[in-house]
């Protein structure tokens, strides 16, 4: 594996050290006037300000200090702009570091310190800007495999802190670059060199012998097709191809082994490392950017990476990252077929190039399975699954409950954890005739897998796959009305990461991080 990191992330306290530049985030230059250690500097924001007024609105500004007032000369302020109406939110502060750090690498910075200063208002903001900054360093892992040694940004990112905040921010913060690098390198890398099999290589170098998280990948492809048909009838085409062959990784931490008592959460997160539609092929430019279609997976594991560091107590976490390539060719399964699931559901197929939902039901009902051995869990899929949450949401992923997850309440408190952590989401509730689009037309089938049109032109395109995934797993014999009922929760993360082929952002990671395994350290 590429690691160690090119870039190194540190906590001070101090200004004192081999640091070649500065970068403040704020949103007024009076704060600096109020700080310890930068108040020696207030006068020269202050002149400065007075030859270029845009200093006081949301922009960066490169500023050499004079030799005799300060001992870093180059000095970049990233002003965030207001913070007082009512939809800014901490986001901005991320935003003001991108800006602050690009201007600092670009100028030939390469060991800086960040410092956010910020009125409270947010109370995350330190922590938001540094995952910006952290944004702006992430080198590709290609990039890195090659050696380029000329295309490290920065050397360390120093994150200032005052001595009185949490004395775990230097761990969180080195447990987050490498989480989220481990959710970029899966996610980003192309569909050459995140196979599903390397992706389960690479996998198995993260979490070695002495790692909290136990991994097993299921590479057999006799017991693929016994016990994952649906997963086994997406990757079909590409089992002609050694090399594009699936790969299902189960991954485990258990913080707690004789404790049955801790919580369970259970993930299956969509890993099609590149989708072309299948039989039902994407034409024109709609199949570029498809190599992210892997990101669910790609934030299951960065999320054990994050568990495998800060070891969170009184939690346990089971996850299946059902890897597939999602290809054209003469064996490659069709529309009107009719694949027995796990579950015992006989579904019918209706456009291959809805095979996210049916690449992952078969882990889905494997985990509903297990869960019955555990005290309350609470399942989730994630998944780049619709165009239609994209267009109904832009950037922020949905949250789909079930009666028992809505009844609990959990999604309600992740919205809150997201707000703070500067990864919103949103939650949409599922229907009646959600679930009812899924019926099937004939009684040769229990259900439907879907619609002949795109999800993008189909009314509820993006809640219909949520109660599909309810329906076609078991899940309703688990409903608030039954003698166990399961929590379970739907996230379409939609293109939630950003832009393609840009550096993504790790959504809605950061978010599950922070409220799973952070009050927990």
């Given at each position: 594996?590429?690691?160690?990191?090119?870039?190194?992330?540190?906590?001070?306290?101090?200004?004192?050290?081999?640091?070649?530049?500065?970068?403040?985030?704020?949103?007024?230059?009076?704060?600096?006037?109020?700080?310890?250690?930068?108040?020696?500097?207030?006068?020269?924001?202050?002149?400065?300000?007075?030859?270029?007024?845009?200093?006081n609105t949301a922009s960066a500004h490169f500023i050499l200090l004079p030799f005799d007032s300060f001992p870093i000369r180059r000095l970049i302020y990233?002003?965030?702009?207001?913070?007082?109406?009512?939809?800014?939110?901490?986001?901005?502060?991320?935003?003001?570091?991108?800006?602050?750090?690009?201007?600092?690498?670009?100028?030939?910075?390469?060991?800086?310190?960040?410092?956010?200063?910020?009125?409270?208002?947010?109370?995350?903001?330190?922590?938001?800007?540094?995952?910006?900054?952290?944004?702006?360093?992430?080198?590709?892992?290609?990039?890195?495999?090659?050696?380029?040694?000329?295309?490290?940004?920065?050397?360390?990112?120093?994150?200032?802190?005052?001595?009185?905040?949490?004395?775990?921010?230097?761990?969180?913060?080195?447990?987050?670059?490498?989480?989220?690098?481990?959710?970029?390198?899966?996610?980003?890398?192309?569909?050459?060199?995140?196979?599903?099999?390397?992706?389960?290589?690479?996998?198995?170098?993260?979490?070695?012998?002495?790692?909290?998280?136990?991994?097993?990948?299921?590479?057999?492809?006799?017991?693929?097709?016994?016990?994952?048909?649906?997963?086994?009838?997406?990757?079909?085409?590409?089992?002609?191809?050694?090399?594009?062959?699936?790969?299902?990784?189960?991954?485990?931490?258990?913080?707690?082994?004789?404790?049955?008592?801790?919580?369970?959460?259970?993930?299956?997160?969509k890993g099609v490392t590149i989708d072309t539609g299948g039989i039902n092929l994407k034409i024109g430019t709609a199949m570029n950017g498809m190599s992210?279609?892997?990101?669910?997976?790609?934030?299951?594991?960065?999320?054990?990476?994050?568990?495998?560091?800060?070891?969170?107590?009184?939690?346990?976490?089971?996850?299946?990252?059902?890897?597939?390539?999602?290809?054209?060719?003469?064996?490659?399964?069709?529309?009107?077929?009719?694949?027995?699931?796990?579950?015992?559901?006989?579904?019918?197929?209706?456009?291959?190039?809805?095979?996210?939902?049916?690449?992952?039901?078969?882990?889905?009902?494997?985990?509903?399975?297990?869960?019955?051995?555990?005290?309350?869990?609470?399942?989730?899929?994630?998944?780049?699954?619709?165009?239609?949450?994209?267009?109904?949401?832009?950037?922020?992923?949905?949250?789909?409950?079930?009666?028992?997850?809505?009844?609990?309440?959990?999604?309600?408190?992740?919205?809150?954890?997201?707000?703070?952590?500067?990864?919103?989401?949103?939650?949409?509730?599922?229907?009646?005739?959600?679930?009812?689009?899924?019926?099937?037309?004939?009684?040769?089938?229990?259900?439907?897998?879907?619609?002949?049109?795109?999800?993008?032109?189909?009314?509820?395109?993006?809640?219909?796959?949520?109660?599909?995934?309810?329906?076609?797993?078991?899940?309703?014999?688990?409903?608030?009305?039954?003698?166990?009922?399961?929590k379970f929760t739907h996230i379409d993360m939609g293109s939630c990461m950003g832009d393609f082929p840009n550096v993504s952002y790790p959504n809605p990671?950061?978010?599950?991080?922070?409220?799973?395994?952070?009050?927990?350290?």
């Amino acid at each position: 594996m590429a690691f160690p990191l090119p870039t190194l992330v540190n906590v001070t306290n101090t200004l004192k050290g081999n640091f070649d530049g500065i970068v403040i985030v704020s949103h007024s230059i009076e704060l600096v006037r109020k700080h310890s250690q930068l108040c020696k500097i207030y006068e020269n924001l202050v002149e400065y300000s007075a030859e270029n007024k845009s200093i006081n609105t949301a922009s960066a500004h490169f500023i050499l200090l004079p030799f005799d007032s300060f001992p870093i000369r180059r000095l970049i302020y990233s002003n965030v702009g207001s913070i007082d109406e009512d939809f800014d939110d901490v986001r901005k502060y991320k935003t003001a570091a991108i800006n602050g750090i690009d201007m600092a690498i670009s100028s030939g910075m390469k060991n800086v310190v960040l410092i956010t200063l910020s009125d409270g208002t947010f109370q995350q903001a330190n922590l938001v800007s540094a995952f910006g900054a952290l944004h702006c360093t992430y080198v590709p892992l290609t990039v890195r495999e090659r050696n380029f040694k000329h295309q490290i940004s920065l050397e360390s990112l120093n994150v200032f802190v005052d001595e009185k905040e949490n004395s775990n921010l230097d761990k969180i913060l080195k447990a987050f670059l490498i989480s989220l690098t481990v959710c970029r390198d899966v996610g980003d890398s192309d569909p050459i060199r995140m196979t599903p099999l390397k992706v389960g290589k690479y996998m198995q170098d993260l979490f070695d012998e002495k790692s909290s998280v136990k991994i097993k990948n299921i590479t057999d492809l006799n017991i693929i097709e016994r016990d994952y048909p649906l997963m086994f009838a997406v990757n079909r085409s590409a089992n002609d191809v050694p090399e594009h062959r699936p790969c299902l990784i189960k991954l485990e931490y258990q913080s707690s082994p004789d404790n049955e008592d801790v919580e369970t959460i259970m993930l299956v997160g969509k890993g099609v490392t590149i989708d072309t539609g299948g039989i039902n092929l994407k034409i024109g430019t709609a199949m570029n950017g498809m190599s992210r279609d892997k990101y669910g997976s790609a934030v299951v594991a960065g999320f054990f990476a994050a568990l495998n560091i800060l070891k969170p107590k009184n939690i346990r976490v089971i996850a299946n990252m059902p890897m597939v390539r999602n290809s054209i060719g003469s064996n490659g399964y069709t529309c009107d077929e009719i694949i027995k699931s796990r579950s015992g559901k006989y579904i019918r197929i209706m456009n291959t190039d809805a095979e996210g939902r049916i690449s992952m039901l078969d882990s889905l009902t494997e985990l509903l399975e297990i869960s019955a051995k555990y005290k309350n869990p609470h399942l989730y899929t994630l998944a780049t699954l619709t165009g239609h949450e994209v267009l109904a949401h832009g950037e922020y992923a949905a949250m789909m409950d079930n009666g028992p997850a809505l009844k609990h309440g959990t999604s309600n408190e992740i919205l809150k954890t997201g707000e703070i952590y500067g990864q919103p989401l949103v939650i949409d509730r599922l229907q009646p005739e959600d679930f009812q689009f899924n019926f099937p037309e004939c009684k040769e089938a229990d259900l439907r897998q879907g619609n002949t049109l795109a999800s993008v032109v189909t009314l509820r395109g993006h809640q219909a796959p949520g109660a599909f995934l309810i329906q076609g797993s078991g899940l309703m014999n688990h409903q608030n009305k039954s003698e166990r009922p399961v929590k379970f929760t739907h996230i379409d993360m939609g293109s939630c990461m950003g832009d393609f082929p840009n550096v993504s952002y790790p959504n809605p990671l950061v978010t599950l991080i922070a409220h799973y395994i952070l009050p927990r350290i």
